[in-house]
């Protein structure tokens, strides 16, 4: 029995008391005769859940690579290849860059993510093997679900759809990816084409989906619509995720809520960076309909922005910016989002400090929730299934 006394905290800023975690959970009190295996002083911080990155393409970043000048893009094919551009310029190997990144995010609070990795011809399987590496060097510290993207398209690149069936098949991956079907991907308007592999290779061979949808208007309905009734019909309720979705905060309030329990009856789930006040999802009013909503935090200083950090509590801050969040509840509803809402959508437990629950949280210095969301304190402290994974911003080996 590994037992570890938290002394002194303040969950969600409340009373000061102590958090005792036993083999990697939150318990009522010491075990009887128990002895802690260590004591931590928390000095009246306020602990909080870990939170879940949702949405990040660690294959993609610069994070810690010497400067790189941008170029405009104007559209995803620009984007594309400033991507392949910049994987050409990078010193290190996807692995080394990956691992950098996510024991970043580590340190300042993160204990899972959904990583989407790019598979083209331009990289092959690269991607996924690195972040693979990446992973198993954090083990025990960051819970890591991979995604195989085709960040290309399936129908315009040729050879993508070979590299997804390779991925899925050798069980590099845990997902495979799709992305715009009918606007970027150039296929039908219900983005059949697309389709009809990703879910060929979920009934394969077990793999969950995540596709990004980008596209407004009809071009993003008429997938998304799709995708629902093809999850159902293949019985992948609580198995497919649509990221982005860009199509959705556009809608009328009549048409957003039919959508949103046509989605929610399909058990998909949905993703959001909270890229803008017109492109955030409005989670709240998706949320009372019955859908699981994750926050991620996109690219992270990639070819397509210098901007990113991989730190959460920062993309919970930027929610609460981009949706006008003023109040307590509003606010800590962010938080939530990042903590809760990420763990439902990976099928992680609900890290919520109470007895039974995973001891996996953080200490920061402030006087509440609301005010750690805006104000950003550093992580004095960031415990994973009871042990101390990082340490005044440094991750503990």
């Not at 318990?27 to 128990?34: R, V």
């Not at 405009?72 to 991507?83: I, Q």
């Not at 996510?102 to 690269?126: C, I, Q, S």
Request: some cysteine; glycine content about 12%.
């Amino acid at each position: 029995m590994h037992v570890t006394l938290f002394r002194q905290v303040r969950p969600f800023g409340g009373p000061v008391t102590d958090l005792v975690a036993v083999d990697g959970v939150l318990a009522a009190e010491l075990p009887p005769g128990a002895h802690p295996s260590s004591v931590l002083e928390g000095g009246g911080r306020i602990a909080l859940p870990t939170l879940v990155d949702a949405h990040i393409h660690p294959d993609k970043t610069s994070w810690g690579e010497p400067w790189y000048s941008r170029r405009p893009a104007h559209g995803l094919p620009e984007y594309v290849v400033g991507d392949v551009e910049l994987y050409e310029h990078q010193r290190a190997p996807i692995g080394e860059r990956a691992h950098r990144l996510l024991a970043h995010a580590v340190t300042r609070g993160t204990r899972a993510v959904r990583a989407h990795v790019d598979v083209a011809p331009a990289y092959g399987l690269a991607g996924a093997t690195g972040l693979r590496e990446a992973a198993e060097r954090l083990a025990g510290k960051l819970d890591v679900q991979s995604v195989a993207f085709p960040q290309h398209g399936v129908v315009r690149t040729p050879g993508v759809a070979e590299l997804l069936t390779e991925a899925a098949r050798a069980h590099l991956v845990d997902a495979v990816g799709g992305i715009d079907p009918a606007g970027f991907d150039g296929g039908s308007a219900d983005g059949r084409e697309q389709f009809d592999l990703l879910f060929g290779l979920a009934e394969r061979y077990g793999v969950l989906l995540d596709v990004h949808l980008h596209d407004r208007g009809a071009a993003g309905l008429g997938p998304l619509r799709e995708l629902a009734a093809r999850t159902v019909a293949a019985g992948l309720q609580g198995r497919v995720t649509a990221s982005h979705v860009f199509c959705l905060p556009e809608l009328p309030t009549a048409e957003l809520a039919r959508t949103a329990d046509l989605l929610a009856d399909a058990g998909i789930a949905l993703t959001t960076v909270a890229p803008s006040a017109h492109q955030v999802l409005p989670f709240r009013e998706l949320q009372a309909r019955g859908l699981r909503i994750g926050l991620g935090s996109d690219g992270v200083r990639d070819s397509w922005s210098p901007y990113g950090n991989a730190d959460m509590l920062h993309r919970a801050h930027l929610l609460g910016w981009t949706t006008d969040a003023r109040t307590d509840q509003e606010l800590t509803d962010c938080l939530e989002l990042a903590a809760h809402g990420g763990a439902e959508l990976l099928g992680l437990p609900r890290a919520d400090l109470t007895p039974g629950s995973p001891a996996d949280f953080l200490l920061v210095d402030g006087e509440c929730t609301p005010q750690v969301v805006v104000d950003l304190p550093p992580r004095e402290l960031v415990v994973k299934a009871g042990r101390v994974v990082a340490e005044h911003g440094s991750l503990v080996s």
